[in-house]
């Protein structure tokens, strides 16, 4: 029974047009990417400046990537009904954002995760052997941003406070009026495209892989800045006990100094008090 209602369910995805399909090849993954802890804090309104930093750093090498593949085939029958470069190109936009945060040296303080550039690998290979997976790519990437991504600047905004919106150059697409109209546009247009079968079978698949490629970025992302917060949390408490340790050690040799006062002649006081401070002097140096 399960095997026939799968047949079926391939049946109308392929019998439909190509948004459809793509939409309807992605439902779990596109759930799985939503329910991510580092989208699921987006979602909660808790985005720190660390986070959105690094989002952007992994952000700037895939559009980097994709923009360049866009580019290098934007006269290929499959590319060219979806290659809008005025209104969606985002690589100049992360730049700004950059700046804002980094500096004019943010290329040299860019930190980018293995998975971005995992990313940015595969629709190279995407670009240079199969242009027309490229249109899966651009679907997930551009409509996703045109998409929640509006939801997911304002919440940025009101986290971080960027009241005058500077650094959300990103989620802005000055040259869409309506983004409503234009993703009925760049639906229309992906759906002209002619495709063999095995093609679209090809772009099906590799909607899946964008997907995937996404939500590994999501996690190591958020991985790697749960690491450097049980660092941080390590090293206080390190400190912490450092602290008690020498305040203790410190209280122990005074009661001694004050016990020995009465039993111990001046001239060998002074001479403890100097030992004192060497030791007092090497337990703080570690």
């Known amino acids: 029974m399960e095997t026939i209602e799968k047949n079926q369910m391939q049946t109308a995805?392929?019998?439909?047009?190509?948004?459809?399909?793509?939409?309807?090849?992605?439902?779990?993954?596109?759930?799985?990417?939503?329910?991510?802890?580092?989208?699921?804090s987006y979602q909660r309104g808790r985005v720190s400046l660390q986070q959105y930093q690094l989002l952007l750093c992994s952000l700037y090498k895939i559009y980097e990537a994709l923009e360049e593949a866009l580019d290098t085939n934007a006269s290929h029958d499959a590319v060219a009904p979806i290659y809008f470069p005025q209104e969606l190109s985002r690589l100049e936009s992360i730049g700004k954002d950059l700046e804002y945060f980094y500096g004019r040296s943010w290329r040299e303080k860019m930190m980018i995760s293995a998975?971005?550039?995992?990313?940015?690998?595969?629709?190279?290979?995407?670009?240079?052997?199969?242009?027309?997976?490229?249109?899966?790519?651009?679907?997930?990437?551009?409509?996703?941003?045109?998409?929640?991504?509006?939801?997911?600047?304002?919440?940025?905004?009101?986290?971080?406070?960027?009241?005058?919106?500077?650094?959300?150059?990103?989620?802005?697409f000055p040259a869409v009026s309506s983004p409503n109209l234009f993703k009925q546009l760049y639906r229309s247009r992906m759906n002209s495209i002619e495709l063999t079968e095995e093609q679209r079978s090809g772009v099906l698949q590799e909607a899946v892989t964008a997907f995937e490629l996404n939500i590994q970025v999501f996690n190591e992302l958020q991985d790697s800045l749960s690491c450097v917060s049980d660092t941080e949390n390590e090293m206080r408490q390190r400190h912490t006990q450092h602290k008690q340790s020498t305040t203790a050690a410190d209280d122990k040799v005074c009661?001694?100094?004050?016990?020995?006062?009465?039993?111990?002649?001046?001239?060998?006081?002074?001479?403890?008090?100097?030992?004192?401070?060497?030791?007092?002097?090497?337990?703080?140096?570690?």
């Open 13 to 40: 995805i392929m019998d439909s047009e190509l948004s459809e399909q793509i939409k309807a090849a992605t439902k779990d993954s596109h759930v799985r990417a939503e329910n991510t802890e580092l989208m699921l």
């Open 115 to 172: 998975a971005a550039l995992r990313y940015a690998q595969r629709l190279r290979e995407v670009g240079r052997d199969h242009p027309e997976y490229l249109v899966a790519h651009a679907y997930t990437r551009y409509l996703g941003d045109l998409s929640g991504g509006q939801v997911l600047g304002r919440i940025t905004q009101k986290s971080l406070g960027l009241k005058s919106g500077e650094g959300l150059s990103f989620f802005s």
């Open 255 to 286: 009661e001694a100094l004050q016990s020995s006062s009465s039993l111990v002649p001046r001239f060998l006081r002074t001479l403890l008090g100097v030992f004192v401070v060497l030791a007092v002097g090497v337990v703080y140096a570690f």
